[in-house]
């Protein structure tokens, strides 16, 4: 391992770069865990992404917005998907709820 005092500016960039991917790459991962158990706050965890963005920038957290406009999406049609069942007059003997993640986002 070299010394950090002899590292140049360029090899310090690039470890500093590799860290913030790590740390990005693990937070999508237990996002998309709490997404999917429905164990997490939306508001903060959009901050959360929001202050990430403007450190690291747009390219690391694109996945993180695509993540939350599918669970957006998916709450949009199970609802729909509701209020045309009851429309219908069908009544289901089971509870319905379906949570999409895109396998990009992860």
């Known amino acids: ?17 590799f860290c913030l991917r790590s740390c990005v790459q693990f937070y999508s991962r237990a996002l998309a865990k709490r997404l999917i158990n429905n164990a997490c706050v939306m508001d903060m965890e959009e901050q959360m992404i929001n202050r990430l963005k403007d450190v690291c920038g747009y390219d690391f957290t694109s996945k993180l917005h695509s993540m939350f406009n599918d669970v957006r999406m998916s709450a949009d049609h199970t609802k729909k998907f509701h209020d045309y069942v009851a429309q219908s007059g069908d009544h289901l003997t089971t509870t319905l709820n379906i949570n999409v993640l895109q396998v990009c986002a992860l």
């Open 1 to 17: 391992m070299r010394d950090v005092r002899k590292m140049t500016s360029f090899e310090i960039k690039k470890c500093s770069s």
